[in-house]
């Protein structure tokens, strides 16, 4: 079945480490998404990707970057210059003609800091 | 700018009791409106939506109406089971495509 798996399920990072949130999808989507979910909000849209080698920061991009060297894959590094990284992050997928509406999630990963 | 307003959880409701979660917008232009679904440990599933005002949005015996007058997309469903425990997000497409979401309402439906 088609669909996105994100790993790992759970991920802790030290203080200053960089640490990479992996994003496969094989539904053959043009379009990946990173959003960022915190208790009692909205989800947050940390950067999205519309083609290969080419992403474009959302509302809250400080502190990440990612590549989009493959279709199917949209890896976040969420970087040591982010002071709150802790989270929930969903990566999303849609094709393009849905302008940039996700139509399908991952089932996330849950960033904790030590 | 756009943005999303839906009612603060959490709800409890005991099973086959009538829901309503309320949800209005504030948008330049006309959105797409949308309800997602989040269960327990999972990400989301876009539940239902609707692409213009009247529209009747529906889906596993959820519904929810673009009502553009009251600036409003509430969802309903008729008798919930526990089943339909989860997290429900209103949503909105915006004038420039990007999605706007609500902070998100919490069910949970005891038997």
């Known amino acids: 079945d088609g669909g996105i798996t994100q790993s790992p399920k759970y991920l802790f990072r030290k203080e200053g480490q960089n640490v990479t949130l992996s994003c496969e999808q094989n539904l053959n989507h043009d379009a990946m998404y990173w959003y960022r979910q915190d208790p009692g909000q909205g989800l947050r849209l940390i950067y999205y990707?519309?083609?290969?080698?080419?992403?474009q920061k959302g509302d809250i991009a400080e502190g990440y970057s990612v590549s989009r060297e493959k279709k199917e894959s949209f890896p976040l590094t969420v970087t040591s210059a982010q002071k709150n990284p802790t989270a929930f992050y969903l990566c999303?997928?849609?094709?393009?003609?849905?302008?940039?509406?996700?139509?399908?999630f991952g089932d996330g990963t849950r960033l904790s800091i030590l | 700018g756009d943005s999303v307003t839906q009612m603060e959880g959490p709800v409890t409701l005991s099973e086959e009791a009538f829901l309503t979660i309320n949800c209005t917008y504030t948008a330049t232009g006309y959105p797409s409106l949308f309800w997602y679904v989040q269960y327990p440990g999972e990400g989301l599933q876009l539940l239902l939506k609707a692409t213009k005002a009247d529209d009747k949005g529906s889906n596993k015996g959820f519904e929810a109406t673009y009502r553009k007058e009251t600036t409003s997309f509430h969802l309903e469903k008729g008798s919930v089971q526990v089943s339909d425990s989860a997290v429900y997000f209103c949503?909105?497409?915006?004038?420039?495509?990007?999605?706007?979401f609500g902070a998100g309402t919490r069910l949970t439906v005891k038997p």
């Open positions: 990707s519309q083609i290969v080698n080419d992403f």
């Open positions: 999303a997928s849609s094709i393009l003609r849905q302008g940039r509406q996700p139509q399908h």
């Open positions: 949503a909105l497409s915006d004038q420039d495509n990007d999605m706007r």
